[in-house]
């Protein structure tokens, strides 16, 4: 089998990403120059590596072996470079993902305890939702996760073997609204009066869901405003242009003019947070991450 490490890196790409279109943007190709390492690919293989379907790609389970080589060659030509540039790093790098909520509460303080308890442990960010990080997860390109899950709490993918999973806390979806606007002065609004609200939604899918709208709310939401991006909708609801979901964790660093209010006339919506990482033994240093993630979390 002849294959190069740039066909192993579209492999992890593509099983990442979940497309042709997304692995060639994320690696600077042309969709036709993915297309055609995919061939070469299983050409060099003997053996149909990828499943093309409606919804995108999935790996075979010829693909899924290729993979998990794919990796270790990945570790070791990554290493190689670093030897012939100079020597190992003496630092231990951990690739963490966090999903959007997640980043201003989490990783500002985890960082800087790191600092003090494990400085020789270098960690490097990405945001992402929790479909895209799993996927991430399976394919090497990081190594730690913040998921969320809703209930009834299944695991983020269906794949074999399951990710290893810390659950580090429950939290609670509550709405942000302007200080000074229809909802000053409360601490709570009835289901019912959310129905014609105005409301800053993030597009998603059911494929990669996002905070916006109330998940519970009857009928159709009025959305206003659309934006993926936390500051915007933020500041968009402190401006009195909508309202929006959030959960209660991002409570300690909304700006003054926005306050948070409990739904009531409705089941509470819960969503956990979890620590992932593959399956088997963790390193010293995703151990020091998952440690500091969890404890502040769960403070």
């Avoid at 089998?1 to 890196?9: I, N, P």
């Avoid at 919506?269 to 992932?276: G, N, S, T």
Wanted: net charge positive; glycine share 8%; aromatic share 4%.
């Amino acid at each position: 089998m002849d294959v190069s490490s740039a066909s192993l890196r579209v492999l992890c790409q593509i099983a990442e990403s979940g497309s042709f279109t997304a692995a060639a943007a994320r690696l600077g190709y042309t969709q036709s120059a993915v297309s055609r390492q995919a061939l070469a690919l299983e050409r060099s293989a003997g053996a149909a590596l990828f499943e093309r379907r409606p919804d995108g790609v999935r790996l075979t389970r010829a693909g899924l072996t290729l993979l998990r080589h794919a990796r270790t060659i990945l570790e070791s030509v990554d290493a190689a470079e670093r030897d012939l540039a100079g020597g190992v790093p003496r630092t231990e790098q951990v690739r963490l993902g966090v999903f959007p909520s997640a980043g201003p509460v989490i990783l500002p303080v985890a960082l800087a305890r790191l600092a003090e308890t494990a400085p020789r442990v270098r960690v490097t960010t990405r945001e992402g939702t929790t479909p895209g990080l799993t996927r991430a997860l399976r394919t090497g390109s990081i190594d730690v996760a913040v998921l969320t899950s809703r209930p009834p709490y299944r695991p983020p993918d269906g794949e074999s073997p399951r990710l290893h999973l810390t659950t580090v806390q429950d939290t609670e979806l509550l709405v942000a609204a302007s200080a000074t606007g229809t909802f000053a002065g409360r601490t709570s609004v009835h289901v019912d009066e959310l129905v014609d609200a105005p409301w800053v939604a993030a597009p998603s899918s059911s494929a990669e869901p996002l905070l916006g709208v109330w998940p519970g709310l009857p009928g159709r939401a009025r959305v206003v405003h659309s934006a993926r991006d936390w500051l915007t909708k933020l500041q968009l609801v402190a401006g009195g242009f909508g309202v929006t979901t959030i959960p209660d964790r991002l409570s300690p660093v909304l700006p003054p003019d926005v306050i948070c209010l409990r739904v009531r006339g409705a089941p509470p919506e819960i969503r956990r947070v979890l620590v992932a990482r593959l399956p088997g033994p963790a390193t010293p240093a995703i151990i020091a991450v998952t440690g500091a993630i969890g404890s502040i979390v769960a403070s």
